[in-house]
């Protein structure tokens, strides 16, 4: 234990240990370096593909920050100093980069920025960017050619964005065609000050439910007062405006209103708009609450009722809403809408021939709208093509496949062309998805000549990811490969810079040479950027792709860090880090994923332990197969025989010793770590984050599970490692945010477990991180939880 938290320790009996006062604690300072090192940089490549910025991210803010004052209301967590988003993120720096000549355009920005994405205006010629202050967001603009930019006074943003369902969203403002006029969402006019709450309780808060079923999720952060409804109408309420970028004057649309989509037809003279409206849920969060979807012409006159959706209350479990849903314009007509809706009721377990019907209506939207296209099993997208072409996709829950379709829009009722049809978590035979680039007057459309479009992807394989370019007939269905990364790097598309994909912007790096940004044009290279390794002490550092065999067949793989210098045949203390996932078949579980042989070795949290002289055992495959509905009746078996597996093989390697590998996990593979613990003794310690450890708190599902508690209590109870808790003995440190937003993970899942795991009798340690949700931000709190983390497997590994 390290000497700082000596004096703070209070003995209360040979076995409790209470601290009083605990400050945050460093990590080693290899570990500590490497934490405080900047992330690398992201791109944003314009419209007309001639200009990119480069955006410094981020990393972690302080907790200072993180624990703004800040509310939690539907589902969203609203910084009340700014009328934001708790804790969005945020860019310290841009830099202009002319990609002719790969020269440099600096951009000067305001001081202590704290700038969201910049967004292009559709000529490329000016980009606009929200900056953060402690008061409130401010809108910026900025000059491409010369990096100047400029406030535009008198304009405050409301960064706070409620849950929608439409593909457009509701960002906080959009560009306009002409390149010059922006539709914000500010902060409503004389709105006055925030509602206050009595200082005495108007009655009870009160919930009823009539003998009607209604099952939902464990949510956070939910609404649970008439006070708590009005503090969102005030924070969520925002006014349309347009700005005018030349002169900065504002000119209001419509009502204020709580909006989830605004968004224009491509001819601009229609706006699709959802807004929400109350009765409001205490159940349920934002995007579940009723909304009125309608089309507006130029001076939010109503044109067109599209649906008056009513609060999302009685939606079976893993189902959609009736009526309308998933609305949007189709990019390549004018003004036409579309939108699907269910034909089983929304609920996936009624048997009938087609599950979602795709509808169209054209301006002026008179007349019933005109179905397009049956779809046979659940909806999952639809990007529109030329000539009235479009890719459909769906979805069948019960073998997890998924189709891609091609579509005529134009004929309705016309048969589809199956293109692709896949298992969800085939990674080898993944297609990739369209390449779209933004039109004059900036709507993205899918590059397309003729019968072909270009299609980008992963490239899973054997050895690894290998990213693609691929050139698609969607006539034939056969693909034209125009690039892939090879095996002396790693290299990922970051765009395409022209209609044949022969020129590219890539990202690419090798074992020995960092990330940086190349244009690509057939076998050529063209540096763009020179970034060193940002990871202090990465160099010398080995990454190795290992695949070894579950007990019953199943290929599976992780991905091994050796500290620098390390000796072949030296025996180290190793930790694994995984996450399980479900699969319905041993093809595809045992495919290798998410692993970058290629790729510099950067390290990120977790993989810091290499830094302190362990072997790093990460995304150890713990593969859970079987039918959906039922792959988790055999959870705990087959959790052990992967965590089993992947043991042996770093024992037969040679580098790990049995008696010396520790576990652990984040939220699901926290969950896994418990459950290792409870049921094996492969482990001499454990550390488990945010994890939840009693299925019975969640009892209407959870991950993949779609059965209730009352359908499965026997498989919910013997998955919850807090009804083994008595088994417990291998020393686990439980760490929990206290602010945890994540579906099922309320804090109280750590506190009980930590309390169930002391009175029986085990080792345990409990980790409270104030402020903190279910991934930790604060910088202090990084550095601790990497302390804490180190401290306990160098005591019950090491020592």
């Known amino acids: 234990m390290h000497h700082a938290t000596a004096s703070l320790l209070l003995v209360l009996s040979s076995a409790t240990y209470v ?103 559709p000529d490329g010629r000016q980009f606009a960017f929200t900056n953060t202050t402690p008061h409130g967001i401010e809108l910026w603009l900025g000059t491409t050619a010369t990096g100047q930019t400029r406030r535009v006074e008198g304009v405050a943003i409301n960064g706070v964005r409620a849950g929608g369902s439409g593909r457009g969203g509701a960002g906080s403002f959009e560009w306009m065609g002409d390149s010059k006029t922006l539709l914000a969402h500010l902060i409503a006019p004389n709105r006055g000050a925030a509602p206050v709450e009595g200082s005495a309780p108007r009655g009870p808060n009160v919930q009823e439910s009539l003998g009607k079923a209604g099952p939902a999720p464990t949510y956070e952060d939910l609404l649970g007062s008439p006070h708590d409804e009005d503090l969102f109408d005030y924070y969520a309420t925002a006014q349309l ?43 349920l969060p934002a995007g579940s609450f009723p909304q009125e979807v309608e089309v507006w012409d130029q001076t939010a006159k109503v044109e067109y009722k599209i649906a008056s959706v009513p609060l999302a209350e009685r939606i079976p479990l893993a189902g959609v809403r009736t009526g309308p849903r998933s609305y949007d314009w189709l990019d390549e007509k004018s003004a036409t809408l579309t939108w699907v809706e269910a034909l089983d009721g929304g609920n996936p377990r009624e048997s009938v021939p087609n599950r979602d019907r795709i509808l169209i209506h054209a301006a002026p939207f008179q007349g019933e709208p005109q179905e397009a296209f049956k779809v046979k099993e659940r909806f999952r997208g639809l990007q529109p093509l030329a000539d009235g072409k479009a890719l459909v996709e769906d979805y069948e829950r019960t073998k997890r496949v998924v189709r891609t379709m091609l579509i005529d829009l134009d004929k309705p009722g016309s048969e589809a062309k199956v293109l692709f049809s896949l298992n969800e978590r085939d990674s080898y035979r993944n297609p990739g998805t369209p390449v779209s680039k933004a039109g004059a007057r900036g709507r993205r459309s899918v590059i397309q000549s003729g019968d072909e479009i270009l299609m980008r992807g992963q490239g899973a394989s054997p050895t690894g990811d290998h990213p693609f370019l691929d050139k698609l007939n969607l006539a034939t269905g056969k693909a034209e490969r125009l690039y892939q990364s090879g095996l002396d790097a790693y290299e990922t598309i970051e765009a395409v810079l022209d209609d044949s994909g022969s020129r590219l912007l890539t990202k690419r790096e090798s074992p020995t040479e960092p990330p940086n940004y190349f244009i690509r044009t057939g076998k050529t290279l063209k540096p763009l950027t020179n970034f060193k390794g940002v990871t202090p002490g990465a160099a010398g550092i080995t990454k190795q792709l290992v695949t070894y065999k579950r ?81 988790n009746n055999t959870y705990v078996d087959q959790l052990k025989m992967g965590a089993q597996a992947a043991v042996d093989e770093a024992v037969e390697m040679g580098f790990a010793d049995r008696d010396r590998i520790g576990v652990f996990g984040h939220s699901y593979g926290a969950f896994m770590t418990a459950n290792l613990l409870a049921h094996t003794n492969i482990f001499k310690a454990g550390v488990a984050e945010s994890g939840a450890y009693n299925r019975t708190l969640t009892p209407f599902g959870f991950q993949a599970e779609r059965r209730t508690f009352w359908e499965a209590s026997e498989v919910y109870t013997k998955m919850s490692p807090f009804w083994y808790a008595d088994k417990i003995k291998t020393p686990i440190l439980l760490i929990h945010g206290e602010a945890d937003d994540n579906t099922g993970t309320f804090p109280i899942q750590s506190e009980r477990m930590y309390s169930a795991i002391r009175g029986n009798g085990g080792t345990v340690r409990l980790v409270m991180l104030p402020g903190e949700a279910h991934g930790y931000r604060g910088m202090e709190t990084m550095e601790h939880v990497l302390w804490e983390e180190i401290t306990w497997f160098d005591k019950y590994l090491k020592n």
Do not use: C
């Open 551 to 631: 007990a019953d067949g199943v290929p599976l793989s992780f991905t091994l860090y050796l500290p620098a210098n390390y000796k072949p045949g030296t025996k180290l203390p190793s930790v694994v880090w995984a996450y399980p996932y479900e699969f319905s078949d041993t093809e595809t579980a045992g495919q290798v994923t998410g692993h970058a042989a290629q790729a510099y070795p950067e390290l990120n949290y977790h993989q810091l332990f290499v830094l302190n002289g362990y072997a790093v055992i990460d995304n150890a495959a713990i593969p859970i197969i079987g039918d959906p509905d039922t792959v």
């Open 241 to 283: 405006a347009y700005i005018d970028t030349t002169t900065g004057k504002s000119r209001p649309l419509g009502k204020p209103g709580i909006f989830t989509m605004v968004r224009h037809s491509p001819d601009e003279k229609h706006l699709l708009v959802s807004r929400l409206h109350r009765p409001y849920s205490y159940q």
């Open 19 to 121: 601290y009083a006062e605990f400050p945050y604690q460093k990590p080693p300072k290899a570990v500590a370096d490497a934490l405080h090192a900047l992330l690398p940089q992201s791109i944003s490549v314009s419209p007309a593909r001639d200009y990119a910025i480069l955006l410094q991210p981020v990393r972690y803010p302080s907790i200072a920050e993180v624990t703004q004052p800040m509310l939690r209301l539907a589902g969203i967590r609203i910084d009340t100093n700014t009328n934001g988003l708790h804790l969005a993120p945020s860019y310290t720096a841009f830099t202009i980069k002319r990609l002719s000549d790969g020269g440099d355009v600096p951009v000067s920005l305001p001081k202590d920025t704290r700038a969201g994405a910049p967004s292009w205006s």
